[in-house]
């Protein structure tokens, strides 16, 4: 489901209950990479928080959930009205633009199966229990390389005893040492969310789900 379409009029932000949502930057002749994800943690339409009303990126649902919408004049109208509300979703932008700088940094400077350890984290840190149905197309996007590239980092991260990848799925089996294989490409946008919010997206299941 598209949430929202990069260039055109954000028509309702989106406030996640469960699943994950996922904002992906395009280019002209169609190269396409994951900018930044939210879940239960956050919302779509940060656009409309800073008032410019276009998206500049396409956000879809990546893993399938429920949410509550909003039109954009009408949270507008409630920031207006609360300047603790609109102090607490600036602060929620901040943290997805610190999410968005390590993201950038991670593409740019970490080994694939660190990325993909990182990405893998994320989304497990929004959902409930450790299977992420996450197809190796949606992945070869969070990690802007081919679908080759999405095999070779799985089966890294299988052969450490990490995951499991079954067709559409990646189960965790060791949340710790998917965390040690991340290295420091995960952490830093989750202190800052943290900090900016008060508590951090965690995953209610234990570190090793012993599948």
Not at 22 to 42: P, Q, W
Not at 100 to 125: F, I, P, V, Y
Not at 142 to 147: D, E, F, N, S
Request: net charge negative; proline share 3%.
């Amino acid at each position: 489901m598209t949430l929202e379409k990069p260039g055109e009029p954000i028509e309702l932000v989106y406030f996640l209950k469960s699943g994950v949502g996922s904002t992906v930057a395009f280019s002209k002749n169609g190269r396409r990479i994951e900018t930044g994800l939210f879940g239960y943690d956050g919302m779509s339409g940060t656009a409309a928080v800073l008032q410019t009303g276009h998206a500049s990126h396409k956000t879809f649902m990546q893993v399938a959930g429920e949410g509550m919408v909003i039109e954009p004049s009408r949270l507008q109208d409630l920031m207006e009205q609360s300047p603790s509300f609109q102090d607490h979703l600036l602060r929620y932008v901040q943290a997805m633009m610190t999410q968005t700088s390590q993201t950038a940094l991670s593409n740019g400077q970490a080994k694939l199966e660190e990325r993909l350890a990182r990405w893998l984290l994320m989304c497990h840190d929004r959902i409930s229990g450790n299977e992420m149905d996450l197809t190796h197309e949606f992945l070869s996007i969070m990690l802007g390389v081919r679908r080759a590239g999405v095999t070779v980092g799985t089966h890294i991260l299988e052969g450490k005893g990490l995951i499991r990848a079954k067709r559409g799925k990646i189960i965790l089996l060791d949340r710790e040492g998917l965390e040690a294989e991340a290295q420091d490409s995960y952490g830093t946008p989750e202190a800052e969310y943290t900090r900016l919010i008060g508590f951090h997206p965690t995953n209610s299941e234990t570190s090793r789900a012993g599948v």
